[in-house]
C-alpha cells in the first residue's frame, strides 16, 4: 500500500487550503458536504490525522470517526426527514476509493429514491 499522501484534496480541505462546506467538527475529525452528492444532504466524515484508509487507520483514528459517523448519520436523518441512511466506505482504487484519505461517505435515503451514480 503506497504512504499517505500530504498533498490529497481532503488534507488540502483540513488545511484550509482548498474550500468545504463545513457541517462537524471536533477534535478529532470533520464532517464536510460532498462537492458530488449522489443524495440529498450527502456528508463525508474524515479523521484531522493522517490516515489513507481503512487498512491504514489506527483503533483510535477509527472509533474517533466511526462515532462521528453515527452521530452525523443520526442527524441528517432528522434533519433531512429520511426514511434511511446509506454509510459507505471505500478502500484503495482496486476497491472504489478516489480520494486518499480516509472517509465515510453519509447519504440520506428516500423510500424509492435511488442514490445518484
Ligand atoms: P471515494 O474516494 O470514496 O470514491 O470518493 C471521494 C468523494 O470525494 C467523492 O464522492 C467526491 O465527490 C468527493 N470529492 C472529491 N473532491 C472533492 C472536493 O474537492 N471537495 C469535496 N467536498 N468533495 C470532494
Same mark, same amino acid.
Given at each position: 500500500?503506497?504512504?499517505?499522501?500530504?498533498?490529497?484534496?481532503?488534507?488540502?480541505?483540513?488545511?484550509?487550503?482548498?474550500?468545504?462546506?463545513?457541517?462537524?467538527?471536533?477534535?478529532?475529525?470533520l464532517?464536510?458536504? !460532498?462537492?458530488?452528492p449522489?443524495? !440529498?444532504?450527502?456528508?463525508?466524515?474524515?479523521?484531522?490525522?493522517?490516515?489513507?484508509?481503512?487498512?491504514?487507520?489506527?483503533?483510535?483514528?477509527?472509533?474517533a470517526?466511526?462515532?462521528?459517523?453515527?452521530?452525523?448519520?443520526?442527524?441528517?436523518?432528522?434533519?433531512?426527514?429520511?426514511?434511511?441512511?446509506?454509510?459507505?466506505?471505500?478502500?484503495?482504487?482496486?476497491?472504489?476509493?478516489?480520494?486518499?484519505?480516509?472517509?465515510?461517505?453519509?447519504?440520506?435515503?428516500?423510500?424509492?429514491?435511488?442514490?445518484?451514480?
Open positions: 500500500m503506497a504512504a499517505y499522501d500530504h498533498e490529497n484534496i481532503f488534507a488540502k480541505i483540513l488545511r484550509g487550503e482548498i474550500p468545504s462546506t463545513r457541517v462537524y467538527e471536533d477534535d478529532e475529525t464532517a464536510f458536504m !460532498d462537492i458530488m449522489r443524495s !440529498d444532504g450527502h456528508l463525508l466524515v474524515i479523521p484531522k490525522t493522517p490516515c489513507r484508509n481503512l487498512l491504514d487507520a489506527t483503533p483510535e483514528q477509527l472509533a470517526v466511526t462515532a462521528t459517523v453515527q452521530k452525523l448519520a443520526k442527524a441528517v436523518v432528522k434533519a433531512f426527514n429520511a426514511d434511511g441512511v446509506t454509510v459507505q466506505q471505500f478502500n484503495e482504487a482496486a476497491g472504489g476509493q478516489e480520494v486518499f484519505h480516509l472517509h465515510f461517505h453519509i447519504l440520506p435515503r428516500q423510500e424509492g429514491v435511488a442514490i445518484r451514480p
